[in-house]
């Protein structure tokens, strides 16, 4: 019987509804009447449905019980549980109906009490408690277990199918809709419960609980994952939170999983950016290949562009400002596979129309890094845990041990370069000069060779531009973490830099230290290291 092939169509001649959304009811209840279905119901749906001219029987006639408790208790009776959990064809379930005077019922209909809106919402403790759903989840899993005769709806996106099973069926549904509804029904019960089990987490400050329990409803099946052979989804977490997952798309092709991937990159970057000064962040494979501020837009993207113009090329660029004219002409000269930007104007709009595959995203706002929360990633057999990265260096953070301290130039430059290094895959080395990247290297497996690879690039645009010196000259260089030779120092020396930010810690602290004080270089330790992997 485990093969919904081997088990028959099943008729509804009775259905019991009690739904919190009232999207499309009276309209399918109307159609079940007509199609000769005898409704029962409870409390504000009876009334709906009632107010409808819809005949309906109230539970209570049936249970012989009351309401009580403002509702809380109603459905939690053997004449509803037996009547969904009833086996049709076992007949000591068949003698126990007759005797007790409990009838079939072939159809539920039951949406939960809104408890993860009621939290999303902000609502107190009390409120939050009081919407969660006792009688809904213990009738959804009765219907759904004894999907073998009953059909359980959860969702209003499925009445259709229901209705068009009974039009082909003689008012019946057919076995394999009613295990995909009853599977649908299960996943709707175990996600209520993980919300609540998460708000209980939150609420108590339990951060890594002994059992973990994650909710998060599919948004849209991708074309493909990393690449064509893989597959891949988008699904979205409850509460709901600023970020590229609910971005709205204005144009261009469909999202992929790099897309989103990448452009959720450069968000992260740019909230850790100053948002009193129009900001560029431009990524290329989730690495920051140009980040800048500018007296205006489209200056702070041609400076984030010209750190390294050839990475640039098909990358993905988030701005803090509304997207204008000037700075859409500037993006428009080159390919580029996403702008996403609070806002664009009608000027902004018209240029990118014309890239017919470029991606323009609006999202009026996006998470602060300092919110926190955690970040997970899956490993063979499991699933690493830990909160976001929301340290973050100011000034008075640090301490100089060098014998020349930083000039206020520099220390602003630094604190800037650090927090970038923090977006970069480790081992990260960035060179900024003005609030501008002027070179970055990442993922490296040796740090010094990151540190050769962002100079190298450097030189590489000053060649290309006619520039008399790479831009490097007269930098300062951030390190993700601390040296563990001089060696990156003497590369970043022989760049041009003149001062460093870096977390300390290395049992060569004291040679790197030296090496730094002989070519007159002003560093720092941070003492906060940002490993990205």
Not at 56 to 76: H, N, Q
Not at 111 to 119: D, I, Q, S
Not at 195 to 220: H, L, V
Not at 364 to 374: F, H, I, T
Request: proline fraction near 5%; glycine fraction near 8%.
């Amino acid at each position: 019987m485990s093969d919904p092939a081997l088990l028959p169509d099943h008729p509804i001649r009775r259905a019991l509804i009690s739904v919190s959304d009232k999207g499309g009811l009276v309209d399918f209840a109307t159609a079940l009447v007509e199609r000769g279905v005898h409704i029962l119901s409870t409390g504000g749906t009876a009334k709906t449905l009632s107010a409808a001219g819809i005949v309906v029987e109230d539970v209570s006639a049936v249970t012989g019980f009351p309401e009580i408790m403002d509702g809380r208790v109603k459905t939690l009776h053997p004449k509803i549980h037996g009547g969904l959990l009833g086996r049709r064809d076992n007949s000591q379930d068949l003698a126990a109906m007759i005797a007790h005077q409990i009838e079939n019922i072939d159809l539920l209909v039951v949406n939960l009490y809104p408890f993860e809106a009621t939290v999303a919402s902000g609502a107190g403790f009390d409120d939050c408690v009081e919407n969660i759903d006792v009688g809904g989840p213990a009738m959804i899993r009765a219907a759904s277990k004894n999907h073998a005769f009953v059909t359980v709806l959860v969702d209003p996106a499925d009445y259709e199918r229901v209705l068009d099973d009974m039009d082909q069926l003689d008012g019946a549904t057919s076995a394999q809709t009613r295990r995909d509804l009853a599977a649908i029904a299960f996943r709707r019960t175990a996600s209520y419960d993980a919300a609540i089990a998460q708000y209980f987490s939150t609420i108590g400050d339990e951060r890594f609980p002994e059992r973990m329990t994650i909710t998060a409803n599919r948004s849209q099946i991708l074309r493909y994952g990393e690449n064509p052979h893989q597959e891949a989804a988008i699904y979205l977490t409850e509460p709901a939170k600023p970020g590229i997952a609910r971005a709205r798309q204005i144009q261009g092709k469909e999202l992929s999983y790099n897309n989103l991937n990448d452009t959720d990159a450069a968000l992260d970057l740019l909230g850790e950016l100053d948002k009193d000064r129009p900001a560029v962040v431009i990524v290329k494979h989730a690495n920051p290949c140009g980040v800048a501020y500018g007296h205006d837009l489209a200056d702070a993207y041609m400076r984030a562009f010209d750190c390294d113009p050839v990475s640039a090329f098909g990358g993905i660029i988030a701005v803090n400002r509304p997207l204008d004219g000037p700075t859409a002409l500037a993006i428009s000269e080159i390919f580029t596979e996403v702008i996403v930007a609070p806002a664009a104007d009608a000027d902004a709009r018209a240029i990118m129309a014309a890239k017919k595959n470029l991606r323009l995203l609006i999202m009026p706002g996006y998470a602060d890094p300092a919110e926190g929360g955690l970040v997970f990633k899956s490993i063979q057999g499991g699933i690493l845990v830990q909160t976001r990265d929301t340290g973050r260096i100011s000034f008075g953070d640090f301490r100089t041990v060098t014998k020349r301290a930083p000039t206020d130039g520099e220390i602003a430059d630094m604190l800037f370069a650090f927090r970038v290094a923090k977006h970069v895959k480790s081992n990260a080395i960035v060179y900024v000069k003005d609030g501008a990247t002027v070179g970055i290297g990442a993922g490296q497996m040796s740090r010094v060779d990151s540190s050769r690879i962002a100079a190298h690039k450097a030189q590489s645009v000053a060649t290309t531009k006619g520039w008399s010196e790479p831009l490097t000259r007269g930098s300062v260089v951030a390190s993700d973490a601390f040296l563990p030779f001089a060696d990156g120092l003497e590369a970043a020396i022989a760049a041009g830099a003149t001062a460093m930010i870096q977390p300390g810690g290395s049992i060569r602290d004291e040679e790197v230290i030296q090496a730094a004080d002989a070519a007159g270089m002003a560093m720092v330790f941070t003492g906060m290291r940002h490993f990205r992997h």
